[in-house]
């Protein structure tokens, strides 16, 4: 359906209920079309539980602690290479 911006102003609430519908709504100005009203789905998708089941594997020491050496990286107290910057003074 083609509409005028006119029209298209006028009656937004009827045009939004067609479009809801499943309709495409074109609004033209001058006989040239400018904009296309199209329904957004707003509904998910429903996603089957288990969907990914076996295309990874969690390791049996995915809780352990971190080796020290990692542990000090993480925190920053490792190698100097993972050592923050020191910090400019400001003259």
Request: charged share 25%; glycine share 8%; aromatic share 4%.
């Amino acid at each position: 359906m083609e509409v005028n911006i006119h029209e298209a102003k006028t009656h937004l609430s009827r045009l939004l209920q067609r479009v809801a519908g499943g309709e495409e709504i074109i609004i033209s100005r001058s006989g040239k079309p400018v904009a296309r009203l199209v329904s957004i789905n707003v509904t998910p998708k429903e996603r089957p539980l288990g969907m990914d089941q076996g295309l990874y594997h969690v390791p049996e020491d995915f809780n352990a602690p971190l080796p020290a050496d990692l542990l000090a990286a993480f925190e920053g107290s490792g190698s100097p290479a993972v050592r923050k910057p020191a910090r400019r003074r400001r003259p």
